[in-house]
């Protein structure tokens, strides 16, 4: 003889918990969100090699020459309106590392000064300035940030971004 068969037990009819998502369910909501996930990280990493690229450009026409020729003009005519070996004061809006060591590459000998827009006028700026005796400043930006300027031309032969500002700073 077999076993009786046990009774299914009776459902509540209006049950007040929500039923449980099927495994299928979980699956396709995480892979969803993976999915988000990944592709902005994809845009993320596309705009910032796009980025890089851009800048890569710039310095690659630059015909194999170790400094720019728009900075290298730019320069030429700085260093023409100083007395030599005078300090310099690099003035620029935002840092950067690659730009502002070809600038002081292509005004070598003359000593220069980087200064960025939050050391303006502070007193470590005006005792730089005193003690080194810095009567000339290169300003770089989109405009130019004034570094005090008694007067200012625009570097004739700059093509590169943003503006370039050359004169002489009062004491």
Same mark, same amino acid.
């Given at each position: 003889?077999?076993?009786?068969?046990?009774?299914?037990?009776?459902?509540?009819?209006?049950?007040?918990?929500?039923?449980?998502?099927?495994?299928?369910?979980?699956?396709?909501?995480?892979?969803?969100?993976?999915?988000?996930?990944?592709?902005?990280?994809?845009?993320? *990493?596309?705009?910032?090699?796009?980025?890089?690229?851009?800048?890569?450009?710039?310095?690659?026409?630059?015909?194999?020459?170790?400094?720019?020729?728009?900075?290298?003009?730019?320069?030429?005519?700085?260093?023409?309106?100083?007395?030599?070996?005078?300090?310099?004061?690099?003035?620029?809006?935002?840092?950067?590392?690659?730009?502002?060591?070809?600038?002081?590459?292509?005004?070598?000998?003359?000593?220069?000064?980087?200064?960025?827009?939050?050391?303006?006028?502070?007193?470590?700026?005006?005792?730089?300035?005193?003690?080194?005796?810095?009567?000339?400043?290169?300003?770089?930006?989109?405009?130019?940030?004034?570094? *005090?300027?008694?007067?200012?031309?625009?570097?004739?032969?700059?093509? *590169?971004?943003?503006?370039?500002?050359?004169?002489?700073?009062?004491?």
């Amino acid at each position: 003889m077999s076993p009786p068969i046990a009774p299914k037990p009776a459902r509540a009819a209006h049950s007040t918990a929500a039923p449980a998502p099927t495994p299928l369910i979980q699956r396709a909501v995480a892979n969803s969100l993976a999915a988000v996930f990944l592709i902005s990280l994809a845009f993320g *990493g596309i705009r910032a090699a796009v980025n890089q690229l851009r800048g890569s450009l710039h310095f690659y026409q630059s015909h194999n020459r170790p400094i720019p020729v728009e900075v290298e003009r730019a320069a030429a005519y700085v260093q023409s309106q100083i007395p030599p070996a005078s300090p310099v004061l690099l003035v620029v809006s935002k840092p950067d590392a690659w730009a502002d060591g070809l600038w002081s590459r292509a005004l070598y000998p003359n000593p220069i000064f980087l200064v960025y827009k939050q050391d303006l006028d502070t007193p470590d700026h005006h005792e730089l300035r005193r003690k080194y005796r810095v009567r000339f400043a290169v300003s770089i930006g989109d405009p130019p940030l004034d570094p *005090g300027f008694r007067w200012q031309k625009p570097a004739p032969g700059w093509t *590169g971004a943003g503006q370039v500002a050359f004169g002489e700073v009062k004491p």
